[in-house]
T-cell receptor, first 112, second 115 residues
Framework: SQQGEEDPQALSIQEGENATMNCSYKTSINNLQWYRQNSGRGLVHLILIRSNEREKHSGRLRVTLDTSKKSSSLLITASRAADTASYFCATDGYSSASKIIFGSGTRLSIRP | EAGVAQSPRYKIIEKRQSVAFWCNPISGHATLYWYQQILGQGPKLLIQFQNNGVVDDSQLPKDRFSAERLKGVDSTLKIQPAKLEDSAVYLC?????????????FGPGTRLTVL
């Protein structure tokens, strides 16, 4: 079963706009990760946020984590055509030190 | 640094046939993962190796799927016999350690179509 569920399933925005994707999960976690998948570069790790962190930045990416609501958001600022991809959140199984479980993803399309 | 290599990139077979996929992880990475990604879904872990030992194969359909990692480096995933619902992309990933915080690096995947 998949732990995280992304929302929306699909998102289409104009180049230069900001894109926000959300991830909700069901059980306690130690950390949450975001991955990007496109046809050119495959599945690539973007950022990891630990359960004791509330916000993290990496370039144009901003991730927030609200453990009380069991949710995370990924914000991409000043979107570019190259950001067109599917974005997945992945949560660790709290009782398992090693396994991560992927959500079903958000498909992001950037219109020129 | 070379990435995770997988072959073949595409495979089309008839149901009930057998198929095998190969993965070469990043040099020095002790942990190797095989995922199944069905169209429109996120990757689902099939099996995780730590060196040449199995850490987790709880979601591997063992009646038809098998995997091995000889000498703790390359790995093969086999399906025998294949079913229509096995049509998916099979992703191999590797990481330096075996913690969930260790970044996983993914290969390009093998797209399997079962007719």
């Amino acid at each position: 079963s998949q732990q995280g569920e992304e929302d929306p399933q699909a998102l289409s925005i104009q180049e230069g706009e900001n894109a926000t994707m959300n991830c909700s999960y069901k059980t306690s976690i130690n950390n949450l990760q975001w991955y990007r998948q496109n046809s050119g570069r495959g599945l690539v790790h973007l950022i990891l946020i630990r359960s004791n962190e509330r916000e993290k930045h990496s370039g144009r990416l901003r991730v927030t984590l609200d453990t009380s609501k069991k949710s995370s958001s990924l914000l991409i600022t000043a979107s570019r055509a190259a950001d067109t991809a599917s974005y997945f959140c992945a949560t660790d199984g709290y009782s398992s030190a090693s396994k991560i479980i992927f959500g079903s993803g958000t498909r992001l399309s950037i219109r020129p | 640094e070379a990435g995770v290599a997988q072959s073949p990139r595409y495979k089309i077979i008839e149901k009930r046939q057998s198929v095998a996929f190969w993965c070469n992880p990043i040099s020095g990475h002790a942990t190797l993962y095989w995922y199944q990604q069905i169209l429109g879904q996120g990757p689902k872990l099939l099996i995780q190796f730590q060196n040449n030992g199995v850490v987790d194969d709880s979601q591997l359909p063992k009646d038809r799927f098998s995997a091995e990692r000889l000498k703790g480096v390359d790995s093969t995933l086999k399906i025998q016999p294949a079913k229509l619902e096995d049509s998916a992309v099979y992703l191999c990933a590797s990481s330096h350690g075996d913690r969930s915080t260790d970044t996983q690096y993914f290969g390009p995947g093998t797209r399997l179509t079962v007719l």
